[in-house]
């Protein structure tokens, strides 16, 4: 007893290894990179079972790139020392990850660097493969790549650095030493910021073939969707208490907050779902888990159990009501990326004006004794990084698809973009022009080949066989 009493009054060294910190941020890294797996089922599911593959694929490709480019300069430019008044950090400073290989503490104490720069890395490559939900289906895959490439650059690692950086929004910053924004885990520069670049790009590549007029655009696979809302339930917990890089009380709470809010958030899409349409499904259901955690994400260090809650409550019903609004106003979010990321990210991000804890880094909410003070703040920040995320994503979007072409060709499109991008099907149920007789070296192969060619024949009679699957989903299939 006396020995534990003298470590806590002892002072720490924050450039000596804190060996619990770092084992659980290497555990807390890993989690959220199989976050981007989860998000691959999860979107491919919602697609029809001819875009299955090149959904995933997408989510695959902003592994590689973005990986890539974060080593080189990303990482730089959304962490590094400010250049431009605090615009970006200097991409050149730890160029290629130099100087950092053997450094410890400068971003937390005790913590290795390179953990912080590899756990960063998770999240800005799941931010760039949410966006592609939004244009599922019609997106050639190579010019996808280089949007990757470029987003991270000019939207994602700018952000990064307003919010989390020390930049615009850090406590000597322009903005930030006169307000003070709450973002505990990435609200605003994750799914803010990629909710509404997928709007802006789907509006830049227009509507899906059929869109609003063919029934078959549902769903394929709901065991797929399930299971990818449950791999991103599973990676949110390092997502969330990941992003206060120690392993102690507040690393707590975000773990319990996401569980709370989640739960909730489920509750109440499944409540919209039962009273609107008279049946909770599947879909409602990791739809609205999915909602949940959006919300809580830049709240879950900074609210009790109770506000959790309340959060994710209204985050599922919000979510689930605002699905519908595509169809109101014609736009194609292909798997309601602006729904559940960007309005699920917004009411989290505002949240905090009414249910933060008082603490020091604020006086506390509304509902906590703080008046209105933490509200304004928010949203600013929200607006902020909305009108630089919308201008810079149309931007990109507009010059790639008008130079190198960033959408598949109506025939590819109906002939199935997994075929015409990637030689592929995800699902071998007829060999079209020949037969299948699995150990006959006799067995003519030809079908195959024709089948790579066409691609529609066996998926439409697939197609045909699933569509009562998704006939009572939340709205996604048209009327």
Known sequence: MKFSVLAVGMAVDPQVLDPGSTAWMLTASALVLLMTPGLAFFYGGLVRMKSVLNIMMMSFGAMGVVGV???????????????????????????GLSGLTTSIGTKAPGLPDMIFVGFQATFAIITVALISGAVAERVRFGPWLLFAALWVTLVYAPIAHWVWGGGLFGPTGIIGSKISALDFAGGTVVHMNAGIAGLMLAVVLGKRLGFMKDPNIRPHNLPFVMLGAGLLWFGWFGFNAGSELAADATAALAWMNTLLATCAALLGWLLVERLRDGHATSLGAASGAVAGLVAVTPACGFVDPVGAILIGTIAGAVCALAVGLKFKIGLDDSLDVVAVHFVGGLWGTLALGFFALPSAKTAGGLFYGGGLAQFWPQILTALIVTAWSAAMTTLIGFAIHKSIGMRVSEADELSGIDVTEHAETAYELLMVGGSFHPGDPHARTDGAAAHAHTGTQAEAQAETQAGAEGEAVRGRVSS
Do not use: E
Not at 82 to 95: I, S
């Open 69 to 95: 480019v974060w080593a080189l300069w990303g990482y730089g430019l959304a962490f590094g020392p400010d250049a431009l008044g605090g615009f970006v950090g200097d991409p050149f400073t730890n160029f």
